[in-house]
C-alpha cells in the first residue's frame, strides 16, 4: 500500500473535519473517494455539501463497493449493504448444487445477488426483477459489466413475480431475494441517508415488515425447480417468523447466521 502524500492529507483534512463533524464514522475514507471525484475547487465543495447533508456516499460517486466489485447506484435505488454479502454467498452456495442453474434475484435493486452469482458462475442463466426503473437499469448495467456471460441474464421491471415469462415457472434453481424487510413504524427510526433518500418501495414493508416476504413465499414454490432454494434476507428479530411463512407454503426452512456480517437469511427448499 503506498503512503498519501503530505500535501494530500493536508489538503483533506477541512473536508474529514466537515465530515466527521457530519456524523460520518469513515471520513478519512469518504473524503478520499469525493476528492477523486473532484480534486479541488467548487465542484468538490459542491460534493462535500450533498455528504454533510445527508446523502449517501454512493449517490454522489455513483457506485456501491459490494464483494469487491463497484455497482452502478443511481439516486433512489436502494443501496446494497454489506451484510448482503452473506445473503449472496448462501445463494451462490445453492447455485452450485445445479450444473448449469436458473438464478431469480427478486427485488433485485442494483442486482447485486445477481451479479455476484452471475460473476462466479460460467454456467448460470440469471433473471433480476425490480418494481423501480432506475433499480432495473442499474442491475442491467452491472450485469453487463460483471456476468461470464451477459447474454445469459435478463432483467424484468415490474411486481415481484408480475413480469417474468411464464417459461420460467418450476424452472428456478435458486430465487434469492432481499426483499424489504422494514416495519412502517420503524422508517423514523432508520438513518437519515437512508430515510430521506433511499426509495420507500425499497424500505417499507407494512405493519410486521414481513408484507414483501410474505408474497415471495406465498408464490415461491410454483417457481421453484424440484429441490430449489428460496434464500431472503431478514433480520435477526423477524427469523424464526420469516422461517414460518416459508414452511407454511411446504418449503423445508432453516435460518443460517454470520457474525462477521451481521447478516441473517432464511433458507427455503422445495421438496422432491
Not at 454533510?52 to 456501491?64: F, M, Q, R, S
Not at 417474468?164 to 418450476?170: A, I, N, V
Not at 422494514?182 to 417499507?204: C, G
Request: with cysteine; net charge negative.
Amino acid at each position: 500500500m503506498t503512503s498519501t502524500p503530505a500535501s494530500a492529507s493536508e489538503e483533506a483534512k477541512p473536508i474529514v473535519a466537515l465530515l466527521r463533524a457530519a456524523g460520518c464514522v469513515f471520513a478519512e475514507e469518504e473524503a478520499a473517494l469525493l476528492r477523486a471525484e473532484a480534486p479541488t475547487g467548487p465542484d468538490l465543495d459542491t460534493l462535500v455539501a450533498r455528504r454533510v447533508a445527508g446523502e449517501p456516499l454512493e449517490y454522489i460517486v455513483g457506485w456501491a463497493d459490494f464483494g469487491g466489485r463497484r455497482l452502478s447506484v443511481t439516486s433512489g435505488v436502494f443501496v446494497p449493504r454489506h451484510r448482503s454479502e452473506f445473503l449472496a454467498m448462501r445463494a451462490l452456495d445453492c447455485a452450485r448444487a445445479s450444473a448449469d442453474p436458473v438464478v431469480l434475484d427478486l427485488c433485485c435493486g442494483a442486482g447485486a445477488a445477481a451479479v455476484t452469482l452471475a460473476a462466479a458462475l460460467d454456467r448460470v442463466t440469471v433473471h433480476a426483477a425490480d418494481i423501480d426503473p432506475a433499480a432495473v437499469a442499474c442491475s442491467r448495467r452491472n450485469l453487463a459489466e460483471y456476468a461470464w456471460h451477459p447474454e445469459a441474464c435478463h432483467t424484468w421491471l415490474g411486481d415481484l413475480y408480475a413480469p417474468l415469462p411464464t417459461s420460467l415457472r418450476g424452472r428456478v434453481d435458486v430465487l434469492v431475494t432481499n426483499a424489504p424487510y422494514v416495519p412502517t413504524d420503524e422508517i423514523a427510526l432508520m438513518p437519515t441517508e437512508a430515510r430521506l433518500y433511499e426509495a420507500p418501495a425499497a424500505l417499507d414493508s407494512g405493519e410486521d415488515g414481513l408484507a414483501l416476504q410474505r408474497r415471495v413465499a406465498t408464490d415461491a414454490p410454483s417457481w421453484l425447480s424440484p429441490g430449489g432454494s428460496l434464500v431472503i434476507e431478514t433480520s435477526a428479530r423477524q427469523a424464526e417468523r420469516t422461517r414460518d411463512l416459508l414452511a407454511a407454503v411446504g418449503l423445508l426452512a432453516r435460518i443460517e447466521r454470520s457474525e462477521e456480517w451481521d447478516a441473517t437469511v432464511v433458507i427455503g427448499i422445495r421438496q422432491l
